[in-house]
């Protein structure tokens, strides 16, 4: 049987500080604990069902009841398997920023949308997101539950962001999205650059929008007398991956 104080220490990693004191945080269910276990992320430990179904080479693990495992739990309803693992230690490259297609998340305050935005870039093919020391944390067990296995593959930066534009090659092309600007469906777009995506709430920050150097518009195309007022900021930011990847050769 687990102790108080391990369950106690599990528990915790459900707060941004417990999870920076102690560089840990959990991720649970089989699919994405099997994911975890075959990537580059180390686990401190791991607990699992009797009947969980992992990877065959996996050892380091330590067989729970059913009430251990929904008092380890965060989830409304516990999985088979759920894993402590340490928060890898990433340093941004500049070059591969400056080469390559990248998301910069301006005060993303959801963690379920962060999440999601994790999942899309792994889909897409962009391995960096810049994200502003505001934004929720990408090891929050919500953010981590919706990446569905994407943290493994997506390295994820917390930065100051003027600072971070201001360490970026000067050319580099800053694209942002706005209700007003370039309908991106009309829009000549590079496969490299920088693609600011705003607040829930706000959008861009001014002192953010003032590094942008191409606005964009995804126009809204409802015939009702009430229309939407904006999109969510994961469904917007899939729209706009998916546009810049149309014409990848």
């Known amino acids: 049987m687990l102790s108080k104080a391990k369950i106690k220490q599990i528990k915790s990693l459900e707060y941004k500080k417990f999870r920076n004191d102690l560089g840990l945080f959990v991720a649970e269910n089989e699919k994405l604990v099997g994911e975890i276990l ?12 009797q009947d969980a179904e992992l990877p065959e080479n996996t050892v380091l693990k330590d067989i729970v009841s059913e009430v251990d495992m ?20 990433k340093e941004i490259d500049f070059d591969e920023i400056n080469t390559s297609l990248n998301i910069v998340l301006d005060n993303i305050q959801d963690p379920g949308n962060l999440g999601t935005i994790i999942r899309l870039c792994d889909w897409f093919g962009i391995q ?24 493994c593959r997506i390295n994820v930066f917390y930065v100051d962001l003027k600072d971070f534009f201001n360490s970026v090659d000067k050319n580099i092309n800053v694209f942002g999205t706005f209700l ?16 600011i ?19 964009l518009y995804i126009p809204c195309f409802s015939n009702n007398a009430a229309k939407p007022e904006s999109l969510n900021v994961s469904v917007a930011t899939a729209i706009v991956c998916s546009e810049f990847r149309r014409n990848r050769s």
Do not use: W
């Open 38 to 49: 075959q990537s580059d992320f180390e686990i401190d430990s791991l607990f699992c069902l």
């Open 70 to 89: 929904k008092r380890l739990s965060f989830l409304k309803t516990p999985s088979s398997a759920l894993a402590v693992v340490k928060i890898p230690n």
């Open 128 to 151: 960096n997101i810049i994200c502003s020391h505001e934004c929720a944390d990408c090891f929050s067990p919500k953010a981590v539950q919706a990446t569905m296995g994407a943290i």
């Open 180 to 195: 007003e600007g370039e309908n991106i469906y009309n829009s000549q777009l590079s496969q490299t650059g920088l693609i």
């Open 197 to 215: 995506m705003g607040s829930e709430g706000q959008g861009i920050s001014p002192e953010i929008e003032k590094f942008v150097t191409k606005r």
